[in-house]
């Protein structure tokens, strides 16, 4: 099913809204408005009538201008310093993520979340969790991610975004071999790739995931769905194997 992307109020105004185009346009739209309240309070209103009143006024626009161009400067300069912190931290989170560093790794993709609510960064940050075995905490995130619906949409907005909420459960479960829970998640997650007709735009390395611990000293049955899982997402199943595992066979050794 298609689905049509809803345009916003600059989208509308201009075909291109890029960030000088929308800077300029409220500045402009700002000076504007103050030009409009000076000239109605200087010429029209009648309420101010001396040279030295109207001088006090005109004096009283003008910093009233100059802190609206100050506060906008100040914004965006702003913002630009938090996109690079964004940036920063989340090379420094998968930094910490090669040396094993699981938590320190946490702590800085926790931080890039709270600047952006960017899914990939989620992600990486709930498999931290995951490696350093705090399930109750990566319960808190998942559930946050569900509960707040703003969030929900920025976090989730492609298939494969979803695809990969589900894959972290799953794993979650398969960790403490809690494996019906974990069927059920991965039944979700091959019900999304089915409806894609495979994997369009899903990568991610599963290096960091067999590299620790709790995965390498996992064993029996639910080690075996944790591989055909790994498996399946990185489309290094054969071709037979993978109708399979697409049937609900979960567990059998992959060939």
């Known amino acids: 099913m298609s689905k049509k992307v809803k345009k916003d109020l600059w989208e509308e105004l201009f075909g291109y809204p890029s960030f000088n ?32 009143d109207q001088l006090s006024v005109l ?4 910093q009233g201008a100059t802190l609206f161009l100050a506060v906008f400067a100040a914004y965006f300069g702003l913002r630009q310093l938090v996109e690079t912190r964004f940036i920063s931290l989340d090379e420094a989170g998968l930094s910490e993520m090669r040396s094993n560093h699981y938590l320190k790794a946490f702590h800085k993709w926790k931080e890039a979340f709270y600047i952006r609510p960017d899914p990939t ?14 399930f109750e905490t990566f319960d808190d995130y998942i559930q946050m991610s569900q509960n707040q619906p703003k969030l929900k949409k920025n976090i989730f907005q492609e298939t494969s975004d979803q695809i990969l ?43 960091d995931l067999r590299g620790s611990m709790l995965y390498i000293e996992l064993t029996g049955e639910c080690k075996e769905i944790a591989e055909n899982l790994v498996s399946y997402l990185s489309k290094s199943m054969t071709p037979n194997r993978k109708i399979q595992f697409e049937k609900g066979d979960f567990s059998t050794k992959a060939d």
Request: aromatic share 14%; glycine share 8%.
């Open 165 to 207: 909420l589900f894959y972290l459960k799953s794993i979650r479960h398969l960790l403490v071999k809690n494996q019906g829970e974990a069927e059920k998640n991965i039944s979700e997650l091959v019900k999304l790739v089915v409806s894609e007709n495979g994997l369009l735009g899903f990568q991610w390395e599963f290096a």
């Open 21 to 52: 185009t929308r800077f300029w346009a409220t500045i402009i739209l700002g000076l504007f408005i103050f030009v409009i309240i000076g000239w109605l309070l200087l010429f029209e209103t009648g309420i101010i009538v001396t040279v030295n």
């Open 121 to 134: 960064v989620f992600s990486n940050l709930c498999e931290a969790l995951l490696f350093i075995g705090d």
């Open 59 to 62: 004096n009283l626009l003008v």
